[in-house]
């Protein structure tokens, strides 16, 4: 990374308007670029953009390397032919400010699906010829993808564990007849793939033209229900019928007194070593095609992680397993030359952590509302700030700041006041201010900080399975006003 002064804005796709029931890579998405060109933005960042898993969650995604068809901008297929104008308009509006999964899901897929069969019927000879090329530029992955999800669609609720012995093995007999039984399906999902990175593509290029640059997230782990789970077991966790026998999670910490049992499986880090981490080098490398910097959440990760038993409940009865650590990153280094990287470093963070973090000059992460302990050395207070850093009011597991506020303790509050020389009536932009002012390298401001909005716009609550990753914000909101303070302080601060 650049060591430039930078700032930016945390905001995930799905949080932006329009009339679909969720934001997209649609005309909205290109209003919002826009904005942040006006607000003296040159950084957004996203969460993953992968499709989403249990709870909704784009942190359990079925794929390391798929996009999330709910992203894709039905506008855009209703422009080339294959969806009627009226087809676009849902029988009852949707929601403007939340995601209601239950109800957007079911609806754009059967528009994604209308349309695939339009082209499939329709498409002129060089849409073909674009489909095709797309299909054989990513069939590493995509081949496995879209039959996965073929596999899975047929049997909803079923894992992949439980089907035919021949597919959940991969007898290659098995698989030929199942993607030969199940080709419209399969086509169906490598259209939803084509569509989504061409759009992707041509905003991320819009975005890079107006010089701002997009930082993508990477997940360290997968859910036990994705295609690469299922493809490569040889490289998780994983006992003879494909179930795991340890999952991922972290031991208490500030989010959580039992910790958090995420339940993805974990992996067999000696099989990636044999194969020259061949598949975290492909899995980065296509990471730094999606977006400019690359968020790895969970960095501390590979340097030892924590380990639970599959039968355990919570995330209290577990073990610090050592992680791959530098051989690594040499590796995906060798082939990729210097990483784009930011590492998510944040909780518990040993030497160890560090010392990999510093050895391939990754920036870490600083969370302002993590500061205020009443320690003078807290690394997250500014005075204690480093160069080589990124640093949030907070990120999408914090409340907001207005909520942290209303929420934090009243010895929090004392020592924000007297440090941050503020007062109610000024936060959140104290703390938008402080974190531009800092001397870490890039400033990211979650939009709900800089509109100033409370605990309801929250995006996610950690070991809260249900209700996250569903607010969005009104046009009315992006206001010139707003955009116009932000850029003001970026300029002040040298960003």
């Known amino acids: 990374m650049k060591s430039d002064r930078a700032a930016g804005i945390l905001l995930h796709p799905t949080c932006l308007p329009g009339a679909h029931g969720a934001g997209d890579f649609g005309a909205a998405a290109y209003r919002f670029v826009d904005w942040l060109a006006s607000a003296g933005q040159s950084r957004w960042q996203v969460l993953p953009l992968g499709p989403t898993g249990l709870g909704n969650s784009p942190y359990m995604s079925p794929s390391a390397f798929a996009g999330n068809p709910l992203l894709i901008d039905l506008e855009e297929l209703a422009q080339r032919g294959w969806l009627d104008a009226g087809e676009l308009q849902p029988e009852t509006a949707f929601d403007t400010r939340r995601v209601d999964f239950e109800r957007v899901i079911p609806w754009r897929t059967s528009r994604l699906e209308l349309a695939a069969r339009r082209f499939a019927a329709d498409a002129t000879g060089a849409e073909r010829e674009a489909f095709d090329a797309f299909c054989g530029r990513n069939a590493l992955w995509l081949d496995d993808y879209a039959l996965f999800m073929a596999m899975a669609d047929s049997r909803p609720g079923c894992s992949w564990c439980a089907w035919d012995a021949g597919l959940a093995r991969r007898d290659p007999a098995a698989l030929r007849e199942a993607r030969a039984a199940h080709a419209e399906r399969v086509d169906f999902h490598a259209f939803c793939q084509w569509r989504f990175f061409e759009q992707w593509q041509r905003l991320k290029a819009y975005a890079n033209a107006r010089g701002i640059r997009i930082i993508g997230d990477a997940p360290i782990f997968l859910a036990h229900q994705s295609a690469e789970v299922w493809a490569r077991p040889e490289l998780f966790e994983l006992d003879e019928r494909g179930e795991s026998t340890v999952v991922a999670g972290v031991p208490p910490d500030y989010f959580s007194a039992t910790g958090q049992r995420w339940g993805n499986p974990l992996y067999r880090w000696p099989a990636h070593a044999a194969e020259g981490y061949a598949w975290w080098t492909a899995r980065i490398r296509h990471a730094c095609e999606l977006a400019d910097i690359v968020r790895i959440d969970h960095f501390r990760g590979f340097a030892g992680y924590w380990e639970i038993d599959a039968a355990e409940p919570t995330a209290i009865r ?87 506020w209303q929420h934090a303790s009243d010895a929090e509050r004392a020592q924000a006041r007297a440090y941050l020389d503020t007062d109610d009536a000024r936060m959140p932009w104290t703390l938008v201010r402080a974190a531009l002012a800092s001397v870490a390298s890039t400033a990211v401001i979650p939009l709900q900080d800089v509109l100033g909005l409370g605990s309801a716009a929250r995006m996610n609550l950690p070991g809260q399975p249900e209700g996250n990753w569903v607010w969005r914000f009104e046009p009315a909101q992006l206001q010139a006003a707003r955009a116009a303070q932000l850029a003001g302080l970026s300029r002040l601060y040298g960003r």
């Open 318 to 404: 577990g073990r610090w397993r050592p992680g791959p650590g530098a051989a690594l990153f040499d590796a995906i280094e060798q082939a990729l030359g210097p990483l784009p990287i930011i590492a998510e470093d944040l909780g518990l963070i040993t030497p160890d952590v560090v010392a990999l973090r510093k050895r391939f000059g990754l920036p870490g992460m600083l969370v302002l509302q993590f500061a205020f302990d009443g320690k003078s050395d807290n690394p997250y207070l500014p005075h204690n700030h480093h160069a080589d850093s990124v640093v949030y009011t907070g990120t999408h597991d914090n409340d907001t700041t207005a909520g942290w």
